[in-house]
């Protein structure tokens, strides 16, 4: 048997996944790789012109524009202008910093407490957090307890309530219990205590993971408005997605709009309800676009933690 006879045979016998593709293949791959990205860009598109055209554009366009035909950022000046939509920006900014910042600090420490199997209290505690998977209190007995507490009308309430969450912490314990046990036991030979060990040996290690883990959390604070419904009535402390809400579905406008707004060079204009609506939710994504690509080389690594590797 010559080797041109035994070439093909091994080719048929090669596993899927390492035949070439055919034409078909790639061409479908594409073909659905472009609908998936149009489906992605062109609502974000026809929201970013809608924000900056004028009235008489969208009127003919008889709603959301998707051509533009005049530029006017009347809308962006009228949020911007110190009312209640920039107060809105304002505390979600520090609603989203200071509960992501204190949501990676407790989840990190829990993390590390319950990766050290030998602790304290190690599978009580594991098994109070893993019930939260299954057993979730309500809504009246959370609404009692924050009340109870006295943060009704406080930012706090916006934070406290979801300051650590189950499946974050889960994650970060599963990757810490997979770093070598001999690097921790060395820094113990050497006299260094837990916190420094956390700060100096697991931290440093598990970057990845904790950026995925601090954007979740901040998307998470950023994007939530139901906490807002429940526990805040002052107007001055909604946070900018519940303003967006009352925007959109209860048909509410910013209490500065309908009045014309100068901007050099292209004159005054009276903004748009619609595109005031729509610059509102520029804003609502604009934090994420950008805080995205600083964890983006983070994110693939990350999200596969714990998964089973073959």
């Given amino acids: 048997m010559t080797a041109d006879t035994i070439a093909p045979r091994r080719k048929s016998l090669r596993p899927v996944w390492e035949e070439q593709p055919s034409l078909i293949g790639q061409f479908g ?18 929201v970013l012109v809608t924000s900056l055209s004028s009235e008489q554009t969208i009127n003919e366009a008889g709603g959301y524009v998707f051509l533009p035909h005049e530029f006017d950022p009347s809308a962006y000046v009228v949020i911007f202008s110190g009312g209640q939509i920039t107060d809105a920006v304002l505390v979600s900014t520090f609603v989203a910093a200071l509960g992501t910042a204190l949501s990676l600090v407790v989840t990190v420490l829990a993390a590390y407490g319950l990766s050290r199997t030998g602790t304290l209290g190690h599978r009580p505690i594991l098994f109070y957090f893993l019930m939260t998977f299954l057993i ?13 507490l006295g943060l009704k009308d406080n930012l706090l309430a916006l934070i406290v309530p979801t300051a650590i969450s189950a499946f974050n912490l889960v994650v ?46 901040a998307v998470g604070y950023w994007n939530a408005f139901f906490n807002a419904i429940l526990y805040i009535d002052r107007n001055d402390l909604q946070p900018v997605q519940r303003v967006l809400q009352n925007f959109i579905l209860a048909g509410q406008s910013p209490s500065n709009s ?3 707004v100068y901007i050099p060079g292209l004159g005054s204009s009276i903004p748009p309800t619609l595109a005031i609506k729509m610059a509102v939710v520029v804003v609502t994504i604009v934090p994420a676009l950008i805080i995205y690509p600083f964890v983006q080389r983070h994110f693939t690594k990350g999200v596969i933690i714990g998964a089973v590797k073959g």
Avoid: H
Avoid at 30 to 43: D, H, R
């Fill in 29 to 46: 791959k594409g073909a659905v790789l472009t609908v998936v990205v149009l489906a992605v860009l062109v609502p974000l598109w026809v």
């Fill in 136 to 148: 979730y209190p309500g809504m009246i007995p959370s609404y009692l307890v924050v009340t109870g």
């Fill in 172 to 217: 970060l314990r599963a990757f810490f219990m997979n770093i070598p046990t001999e690097l921790i036991d060395s820094a113990r030979i050497d006299g260094a205590g837990e916190l420094r060990i956390l700060l100096r040996i697991v931290l440093p290690l598990s970057r990845a993971v904790t950026a995925v883990v601090g954007l979740f959390y």
């Fill in 258 to 260: 309908g009045t014309a």
